[in-house]
Nanobody, 125 residues
Framework: VQLQASGGGSAQAGGSLRLSCAASGHTFNSDAMGWFRQAPGKEREFVAAIRWSGTSTYYADSVKGRFTISRDNAKNTVYLQMNSLKPEDTAVYYC???????????????????WGQGTQVTVSS
């Protein structure tokens, strides 16, 4: 599986951006796709995740209510709509695929199987 992330850029605090992640190669209903981010000098952290099937989504507390993860199975693409952006959302954002996910813990862990290149998001105050 290859992942291509896009949609990063700059925004003012309170603004919005939408990230996209297109997956090529075969994906399965039991897979999940996640978004992670890494700010300068900080460790990479989980942001959001969604299964390829069903409606289950999961969010980090820091983005809950502001970010929305969604998917378009026909396009093999997952999106991250980011609203009410804050300067602390500034980071490089990565998308990733995890095979055969069975638990919430697995979906929210860092242990994903395939990773895309990052896309920079910069939020100014």
């Amino acid at each position: 599986v290859q992942l291509q992330a896009s949609g990063g850029g700059s925004a003012q605090a309170g603004g919005s951006l939408r990230l996209s992640c297109a997956a090529s190669g075969h994906t399965f209903n039991s897979d999940a796709m996640g978004w992670f981010r890494q700010a300068p000098g900080k460790e990479r952290e989980f942001v959001a995740a969604i299964r390829w099937s069903g409606t289950s989504t999961y969010y980090a507390d820091s983005v809950k209510g502001r970010f929305t993860i969604s998917r378009d199975n026909a396009k093999n693409t997952v999106y991250l709509q980011m609203n009410s952006l804050k300067p602390e959302d500034t980071a490089v954002y990565y998308c990733a695929v995890k095979r055969r996910v069975n638990t919430i813990a697995a979906m929210t862990s860092q242990n994903y199987d395939y990773w895309g290149q990052g896309t920079q998001v910069t939020v100014s105050s």
